[in-house]
C-alpha cells in the first residue's frame, strides 16, 4: 500500500465500478433506507481510503467495492453485509475503531466488521510460540464468529476471492501461502456453504498459479474442444428443447463445461489423460415448476427425466437422485448421463429454479427460500454443520492449530447413512467405525460398548461402517474407555470424549507414554536425549514440549510404528547436501540462513523434479524441504507456518536424476511391455529402478519408477511412449 493523490482517472474508475455496484445492491434491497445505509457506508470507506493505493496500483476502495459485488452477485447477501464489505477493512487499515462505525452503523454491522478485522498480534518466538500460527489463530477467529454471524464467514470467502484475482501482484512467497491456505480451509469452507461460483473460481486461480503449465495446457484443450463440439452438443439439446416445450415446461437450458481445476484434479486423481475425460460436458436443465401441477418438485424432475430418456438412452449406473437425498451442502438435482446420437455421453442435470440458486449461490440462497416457507430435510443439514463447528469450537482446549486440522478434516468428510435396530436412520461420517456410532447414540454407550452387531452380525468395534448398515451396540456396565481407542476413532465427538476421560488421568500417561517411548528407543538403539526428542516433536508438530509428547503417547494418540525412519530421515538426511546447486529466491532474509550453505531436502511425498514449480519449507536448523507446489503436504504446512516458505529455484544443468512414477494402460499384444522397457532404457537411455505391470483380459496396466534429469527430459519420454503401438495413456503420478 502507498500514498498518492489520486487522479482524475482514478476517481472516474471508483465512481464506475460503485455504480456498478449500486446497481447489483439495488435489486437486494428493498427499501431506499436500505440502500442509503450502502451509500453511507461506500461514503465512508472511500473518504477512510483515500489516497490509498493497492500493490497493483489501483486506488484501494476498489478492493472493499469488489469484495462487496462479490457478496450481493455472487453470494446474494443482502445490505447489511453489502455495508460490511465495503467496511471491512477500516479498522485494520485506518485509525477508526470499531467504536466508530457502532456509533454510525448500529450493532450489527459493527460486529460484521469486527469479525473481518485480523488480529495483529506477532507471535514471539520462544519454544513455546512455535506451537502456534498466527495464520491459524487468524481463523479461529473467523470461526468463531459463526456463534453470532454466518455472514462474517461469507463475507470473509468473498475477501479471500478477490485477494485470489488480484495475487498477481503478490511476491510468489505470499501467493504461495495465501493460495494454499484457500485450497485448506477456504475452498472447502466454500463448498461446505454451497458457494458454487466462489469454490469454483478459487480452485482455478489455485491451479493457476500452483501448476502453470497443466493450467494452460488443459485450457488450450477445452477451447479447442469446445469448437469441435459445439455442434454435436447443440444438436443434443434441439429435440430436448422441443420436447420439453411440447410438454409445456417453463425452462432454459445451459451447456457447462468441466471447470480446468476439475479436470486436472480427476487426470491427477484418477492418473489419466484428458482425452480420458468422458463427462467434460454437462447439458443443465432449469425450470420453473407449475404452480398449478399437482406433482410435487421431486416428481416433476422425473416428468422431465421421463421426457428426455424417451430421447436418448441412459446409463443406468450414473442416475444421481440429489433431490430424495440432498448433498450435505444442501445441493440438490437429479443427474443422469445420456447417449447422444453422435454416440457421446453427456451428462444431464435437472433442476428446479429453485434448487439451480441453492447450487449457485449456497447458503444465503437457502435462507432466502426458507424465508419464503420452503422446508425440506436438507436446509436443517447446514444448520445442522454450523451447530457442529460451534460444538467444537466452545472446546477450550483445542489449540487453532488443531482446529485447523479439525475443520479441514470435517470439511472434507462425506456422510454415509446408518441404521439403528429400531431401523431409525443416522448420518455419519464416511469410515466411521462402530465405536464412532455408538458416541453418536450416546457418551454412555460409547464408553461402556465392547462390541457391535452390524446386520446381525458380530464385529469388533473398530469395524468400519458402510452406508445402509443396520448396527447395534452391545454393552457392558463395567466397561470404560481405552486409550487404543483413540487408534480408530474417526469422528472428532468420539475422540474428544475419549481424550476427555484419559486427561484425568493425565500424570500417569505422560510417564507411561515415557516409558513406552523409552523401550521402543532401545529396542532400535537409540536413547531418549535431545536430539531423539527434537525429532519427534518437529515430527508431530509438538515443538518445545516434551510432556506433550509423553502423554501423547502414553494416551496411545500418538503411533511409534516407524520410529526408526523417523529418526534416521531426520538425523541423517539434513547432513546431506547434495542439492546445492538450488539458489533460494524470494525472501530478502533467506538469502544466507546462519551464513552458512543452504541444505535442501527433495520431499519424497510429491518428488519434484527440476522444472517443476516448486515451493520449499524451511526448518529450524535451516534445511530446506522442497515439495512441487500442488502437493498436498506443502499445501497443508504453507496453511499453517506460512512464515516458512521460501522460494527455491532449480539451477540448471543439474548432474543429478530424479525419481519419477510413470502409470501406463494400454492394450496386451505380445512383447509389449519387452517393447516398452527396451525402449526406455536403450532407445533413450534412461534407467530404470522398478516395473509393476499386470495384464488382464488383453488390457496391460501398471507403473515404472525410473530416473530422469528434468521435466524436459519426461517430458519428451512421455511424448515417445505415447506413440508405441498399444499404448493408451502415460501419465506421471505420484510415487
Ligand atoms: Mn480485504
Known amino acids: 500500500m502507498s500514498i498518492s493523490e489520486f487522479t482524475q482517472r482514478d476517481y472516474e474508475v471508483i465512481a464506475r465500478d460503485y455504480a456498478d455496484l449500486k446497481e447489483a445492491a439495488r435489486k437486494r434491497c428493498t427499501s431506499q433506507e436500505e440502500l442509503d445505509v450502502v451509500q453511507k457506508a461506500f461514503d465512508f470507506a472511500n473518504e477512510a481510503h483515500k489516497g490509498v493505493r493497492r500493490r497493483s496500483g489501483e486506488p484501494y476502495i476498489l478492493h472493499p467495492i469488489a469484495v462487496a459485488k462479490i457478496v450481493v452477485n455472487n453470494i446474494g447477501l443482502g445490505y447489511k453485509s453489502i455495508a460490511a ?170 451447456k457447462r463445461v468441466k471447470t480446468p481445476y476439475s479436470i486436472w484434479n480427476k487426470m491427477v486423481g484418477k492418473g489419466i489423460t484428458f482425452d480420458q475425460i468422458y463427462d467434460l460436458y454437462a447439458v443443465r436443465i432449469i425450470f420453473n415448476p407449475s404452480p398449478d401441477s399437482t406433482e410435487s418438485e421431486r416428481d416433476q424432475c422425473y416428468h422431465v427425466f421421463s421426457i428426455i430418456t424417451d430421447i436418448y438412452r441412459y446409463k443406468p449406473d450414473r442416475i444421481r437422485d440429489w433431490v430424495k437425498h440432498p448433498k450435505n451442502n444442501g445441493y440438490e438435482a437429479l443427474h443422469c448421463t445420456l447417449m447422444s446420437h453422435a454416440g457421446i455421453w453427456i451428462e444431464v442435470q435437472i433442476r428446479t429454479k ?31 454443520w454450523i451447530t457442529k463447528v460451534k460444538e467444537i469450537l466452545v472446546n477450550p482446549d483445542v489449540n487453532a492449530l488443531e482446529l485447523l486440522d479439525i475443520i479441514h478434516n470435517d470439511l472434507n468428510t462425506t456422510d454415509i447413512f446408518i441404521f439403528t435396530p429400531k431401523g431409525e436412520q443416522k448420518r455419519i461420517q464416511k469410515g466411521a467405525t462402530a465405536l464412532d456410532f455408538a458416541y453418536l447414540i450416546h457418551t454412555e454407550i460409547g464408553n461402556r460398548a465392547i462390541a457391535a452387531k452390524v446386520n446381525m452380525r458380530l464385529v469388533p468395534l473398530s469395524y468400519v461402517l458402510k452406508g445402509g448398515d443396520q448396527v447395534e451396540i452391545i454393552t457392558a456396565e463395567a466397561e470404560s474407555p481405552k486409550r487404543e481407542w483413540l487408534q480408530f476413532v474417526q469422528t472428532h465427538k468420539a475422540r474428544n470424549i475419549i481424550m476427555d476421560y484419559l486427561k484425568e488421568k493425565r500424570v500417569t500417561n505422560v510417564e507411561l507414554g515415557r516409558k513406552i517411548l523409552e523401550e521402543q528407543l532401545e529396542a532400535i538403539g537409540y536413547r531418549i536425549n535431545e536430539e531423539t526428542l527434537n525429532a519427534l516433536m518437529e515430527k508431530h508438530e509438538i515443538y518445545g514440549n516434551p510432556e506433550e509428547l509423553y502423554f501423547r503417547i502414553g494416551i496411545g494418540m500418538l503411533k511409534l510404528n516407524n520410529l526408526e525412519d523417523v529418526l534416521r530421515g531426520s538425523i541423517q538426511e539434513k547432513s546431506k547436501s547434495w542439492f546445492s ?83 501406463l494402460k494400454g492394450l496386451d499384444r505380445i512383447g509389449i511391455i519387452n517393447e516398452i522397457t527396451r525402449f526406455i532404457s536403450f532407445v533413450m537411455s534412461v534407467n530404470i529402478r522398478r516395473i509393476n505391470i499386470a495384464t488382464e483380459d488383453g488390457v496391460f496396466e501398471g507403473s515404472i519408477d525410473l530416473y530422469v534429469h528434468d521435466k524436459n527430459d519426461l517430458e519428451k519420454l512421455v511424448r515417445k511412449l505415447r506413440k508405441i503401438e498399444g499404448i493408451q495413456s502415460v501419465v506421471r503420478t505420484d510415487i
Open 354 to 384: 429453485r434448487m439451480n440458486d441453492i447450487a449457485e449461490k449456497g447458503i444465503a440462497a437457502h435462507w432466502a427460500y426458507k424465508k419464503d416457507g420452503f422446508a425440506g430435510e436438507h436446509e436443517s443439514e447446514m444448520d445442522k
Open 581 to 663: 546447486w538450488f539458489l533460494p529466491k524470494g525472501k530478502k532474509d533467506d538469502a544466507s540462513i546462519n551464513g552458512e550453505e543452504q541444505k535442501f531436502i527433495v520431499a519424497d511425498c510429491c518428488n519434484p523434479i527440476p522444472g517443476d514449480s516448486v515451493v520449499g519449507f524451511r526448518a529450524e536448523d535451516g534445511t530446506i524441504t522442497v515439495h512441487k507446489k500442488s502437493c498436498p503436504v506443502a499445501n497443508n504446512m504453507a496453511a499453517k507456518h506460512g512464515d516458512r516458505i521460501v522460494m527455491p529455484k532449480w539451477e540448471e544443468a543439474a548432474q543429478t536424476s530424479f525419481l519419477i512414477r510413470l502409470s
Open 85 to 254: 464489505a465495503l467496511l471491512h477493512d477500516v479498522v485494520e487499515d485506518t485509525d477508526y475503531t470499531v467504536d466508530d462505525l457502532r456509533n454510525l452503523f448500529g450493532d450489527r454491522i459493527a460486529l460484521l466488521v469486527e469479525g473481518l478485522t485480523k488480529i495483529k498480534t506477532v507471535l514471539d518466538n520462544d519454544a513455546k510460540a512455535r506451537n502456534r500460527s498466527l495464520q491459524a489463530e487468524n481463523f479461529k477467529r473467523i470461526l468463531l464468529t459463526l456463534n453470532d454471524d454466518v455472514r462474517v464467514v461469507l463475507i470473509k470467502l468473498a475477501d479471500r476471492l478477490h485477494n485470489c484475482r488480484t495475487i498477481e501482484f503478490m511476491p510468489e512467497y505470499k501467493r504461495d501461502k495465501i493460495l494454499s491456505e484457500t485450497m485448506f480451509i477456504f475452498i472447502p469452507l466454500a463448498h461446505r456453504l454451497g458457494l458454487y461460483e466462489v469454490k469454483s473460481e478459487m480452485e482455478d486461480i489455485w491451479l493457476r498459479y500452483k501448476e502453470p503449465e497443466a493450467f494452460n495446457d488443459i485450457n488450450e484443450k477445452i477451447n479447442r474442444n469446445i469448437v469441435d463440439k459445439e455442434k454435436e452438443i447443440d444438436d443434443f439439446i434441439d429435440p430436448i428443447s422441443a420436447a420439453l416445450k411440447a410438454a409445456g415446461f417453463d425452462f432454459e437450458i445451459k
